[in-house]
DNA sequence: TTCATAATGTATCGACTCGATACTTAATTC
DNA sequence: GAATTAAGTATCGAGTCGATACATTATGAA
């Protein structure tokens, strides 16, 4: 019998755990919040709400209102009212915000390991879990969160990227981030 | 630019927190104190400490020696003091324990997943996991918890499993276990 | 042997997370 | 226009978590 797959990812959280409390800086800040200011850095402009934030966390929404308190009291986000829609609050890392994210050891020593792999394992590695959450999503009926460009919705027009779900132009910088609204092609 | 491998880890996160609150008898059970049940459930019986499970778990032995207090008042671990050193206390399942960890969701479905894969992507996706977690371990010196079996240590005497490390037979259960004092071979 | 040091584990405290509940405001549907 | 739905906030209690302090037992050195 060898390790299965969730004794992987169990050991890997608490690889995570230690290298973010072994962090001088970031020590102190909820591994939560961290966890939603990153998010906030690689979603698009449909995602980047507090439902957006919760269903990724897989929180409640009162629990991540909370946190998204915390990160906008440390001035790591701002909160810009949605023009269109009056209930909606979009989040925004700040300059300082983004310097966090990019300074995340955990982040960084995970690169570093899977570099070492060489690209042909890299690549074997994350095309299974590409696929793994494919099929977890498809049999969950979970979001996926997969990038916009790679998304059943997405079309061209003019030449420019377009969003068949919500009828709207699609600013160029969106195409690389992931929606919350994303739909693997049929 | 596509996912990286820190993202995929964060999104198998929130998938185990959904399963978790969305199970009817466990969503009301910490998730540290299943993680601590489910270590206690593969480990052998150099690991199965207080300090085993801190070490494993990447917290201070504070915190998990309050977890372990909750899980014995569950009934689902019970304690043994150790008979060489007064100072260690084992820690291990009781038969409702077991069950618990045999109902996981989580675990369930993401085996689940992991099959649908097919056995060569399945072994390529363990096989990158293993080797990325031994670079990581080898850089950042940290415990790399794995199979008895596959330690640097392990031996046979007599056609029986040893530990060259403690200089002790090992219980032949113990060998399909993960230990704390792991170490893979040069 | 004896005394200092280290290791395992527990107890307590305060800051914080988290889910549950209740609530407000705004959009949508009928 | 009323009912319903959705986004977000506020508050509360149980529990996590790190820090600190402490007790007990091992270990190692003088």
Redo the contacts between chains.
């Keep these: ?18 290298w973010q ?1 072994d962090d001088a800086e970031l020590s102190m800040v909820p591994a939560v919040q961290l ?1 939603a200011l ?2 906030l850095s ?1 979603c698009n402009h449909y995602s980047d709400t507090v439902m957006g934030v919760t269903d ?4 409640t929404k009162g629990t991540v209102s909370q946190s998204l308190k915390a990160l906008e009291e440390r001035q790591w986000i701002y909160k810009e009212p949605d023009l269109q829609d009056k209930r909606i609050v979009h989040l925004k890392p700040t300059a300082a915000g983004l310097a966090v994210v990019q300074q995340l050891v ?2 960084q ?6 570099q ?2 060489g690209p042909e ?2 690549q ?3 095309g ?6 494919s ?2 999503q498809r ?2 009926q ?1 979001k996926s ?3 916009c460009k790679s998304c059943r919705f997405h079309q061209q027009q003019d030449g420019l990227p377009f969003c068949g779900l919500t009828q709207q132009p699609l600013p160029v910088t969106s195409t ?1 981030l ?1 929606c919350r609204e994303h739909q693997d092609p049929a």
Tied chains: 1, 2.
């Design positions: 019998m060898a390790l299965s797959f969730f004794d992987y990812v169990e050991r890997i959280n608490s690889l995570l755990r230690s409390r966890s990153r998010y690689i990724y966390l897989g929180l955990a982040v020593v995970l690169q570093q390991a899977v070492q792999l394992l890299e074997q590695l994350t299974a879990l590409h696929q793994l959450l099929h977890v049999q969950e979970r969160f997969g990038l690389q992931i």
